[in-house]
T-cell receptor
Framework: GAVVSQHPSRVICKSGTSVKIECRSLDFQATTMFWYRQFPKKSLMLMATSNEGSKATYEQGVEKDKFLINHASLTLSTLTVTSAHPEDSSFYIC?????????????FGPGTRLTVL | GQQVMQIPQYQHVQEGEDFTTYCNSSTTLSNIQWYKQRPGGHPVFLIQLVKSGEVKKQKRLTFQFGEAKKNSSLHITATQTTDVGTYFCASHASGGSYIPTFGRGTSLIVHP
């Protein structure tokens, strides 16, 4: 199946610093990438949808200036958590979809566990 | 926005017992996808159902899509300890929404 990588897998940072998370589709071109946040034992909360070359669409309640998303190419999207605080600690997962149809499969990255001290 | 209700939230079974998780929506869905997330892991795509009344099988797993395309189920026959994890359904509403909505997931705990 298609492979999506995510880097780093784990990061610990001090409060106030910014953290960048990369999501790459390794063997296909991703028209759309999604960024999710998952709290322990909870479901995936969609944060934003990004399409290559255009601005990300953020879900209600997600601060776009706090969570900067850049979909620079068809194989790379980045999420930058700016001025991170302890409440931003979470498991961040990206997914990539090759096509633009709702029936196209999403492939998930392995996730990044962010801990803000 | 589109909401998918998934039940139960947790299910404890003895190894060898069957397990079923259900997803329900108040609106018609264009498709439904099922994922499995092992503890500490990320969601892994299992299957997608698109047609009304569709039934698909993967070994001990049986997936169904309701006739009205408003509900779906995942049934595991004779559970094994390797089935442990959280099973999520995800869907898109009919009418052009390409944004997936995930159910809250059902955590399956299998006791040996």
């Amino acid at each position: 199946g298609a492979v999506v990588s995510q880097h780093p897998s784990r990061v610990i940072c001090k409060s106030g610093t910014s953290v960048k998370i990369e999501c790459r589709s390794l063997d296909f071109q991703a028209t759309t990438m999604f960024w999710y946040r998952q709290f322990p034992k909870k479901s995936l909360m969609l944060m934003a949808t990004s399409n290559e070359g255009s601005k990300a669409t953020y879900e209600q309640g997600v601060e776009k200036d706090k969570f900067l998303i850049n979909h620079a190419s068809l194989t790379l999207s980045t999420l930058t958590v700016t001025s991170a605080h302890p409440e931003d600690s979470s498991f961040y997962i990206c997914s990539a979809r090759a096509g633009g149809e709702a029936t196209d499969t999403q492939y998930f990255g392995p996730g990044t566990r962010l801990t803000v001290l | 926005g589109q909401q998918v209700m998934q039940i139960p939230q947790y299910q404890h079974v003895q190894e060898g017992e069957d397990f079923t998780t259900y997803c329900n929506s108040s609106t018609t869905l264009s498709n439904i996808q099922w994922y499995k997330q092992r503890p500490g892991g990320h969601p892994v795509f299992l299957i997608q159902l698109v047609k009304s009344g569709e039934v698909k099988k993967q070994k001990r797993l049986t997936f169904q899509f309701g006739e009205a395309k408003k509900n779906s189920s995942l049934h595991i026959t004779a559970t094994q300890t390797t089935d442990v994890g959280t099973y999520f359904c995800a869907s898109h509403a009919s009418g052009g929404s390409y944004i997936p909505t995930f159910g809250r997931g059902t955590s399956l705990i299998v006791h040996p």
